[in-house]
C-alpha cells in the first residue's frame, strides 16, 4: 500500500516537472528568433541542468552559447578553471544546445554529467530555438549584451579566444 502511494506521487511530481517544461519550450518557441547586432537578443525561458527556470537573456552581460559538443567542452574546461562563480562575476549566462542528443543519452549520461558542474548550464533541448544563431563548428559563440540587446557576436575557438572576449585587460 505504502509502495504504490510513494509510486503515484513520484509519478505526479515527475507529470508535473514534464509538464511545466513542455510549457516552457512552448512559450520559447513563440518568441525565439534570429540574434542580430543592434536588436533586442530574444526571451526566452529555459531550464538549467537541475530543473531551475531560466529567463533569457534577462540582465545577463554574455551569453556563452554553445552549439554543439566540443564548443561545450571548451566552455565548460575554461569555466572550471574560473571558478564556481565566474557565471556571476562576468554577468554570463552559459547556453548549451543540446537539441541533437538522444533522450536516453541526455537523461542517463549527460544530465547526470551537467550536475556535477558547479555552474548553471542553461539548456536548449529543442532545435528551434537556436537554429537561427550565429555558430561555428566547434567553436563558443559569444554575446555581448546591455540591457537585453545585442552589442556584439564573437565567435571563440580557444581558452585565450575566450579570456580575451570575456575579461578585462590585465593592467601593469
Known sequence: MI????????????????????????SSLA??????TGELAPSMALEDQHGKAVALP??????????????????????????????????AIYLADISG????????VALPRLRELPFPVVLARDAALTADWPRRAG?????ALDG???????HAA????????????ATP
Open 3 to 26: 509502495s504504490s502511494t510513494l509510486r503515484s506521487r513520484t509519478s505526479v511530481r515527475y507529470l508535473a516537472r514534464r509538464t511545466v517544461a513542455l510549457l516552457l519550450v512552448l
Open 31 to 36: 518568441q525565439a528568433g534570429p540574434l542580430r
Open 58 to 91: 534577462a540582465q545577463a552581460r554574455w551569453l556563452m552559447f554553445a552549439p554543439d559538443k566540443a564548443a561545450a567542452d571548451l566552455a565548460q574546461d575554461w569555466l572550471k578553471t574560473r571558478g564556481p562563480r565566474a557565471l556571476d562575476t562576468l554577468g
Open 101 to 108: 542528443m538522444p533522450s536516453l543519452v541526455t537523461q542517463f
Open 139 to 143: 567553436q563558443l559563440t559569444l554575446v
Open 148 to 154: 537585453g540587446r545585442v552589442l556584439r557576436i564573437d
Open 158 to 169: 580557444s581558452a585565450e579566444d575566450i579570456a580575451q572576449r570575456l575579461l578585462p585587460p
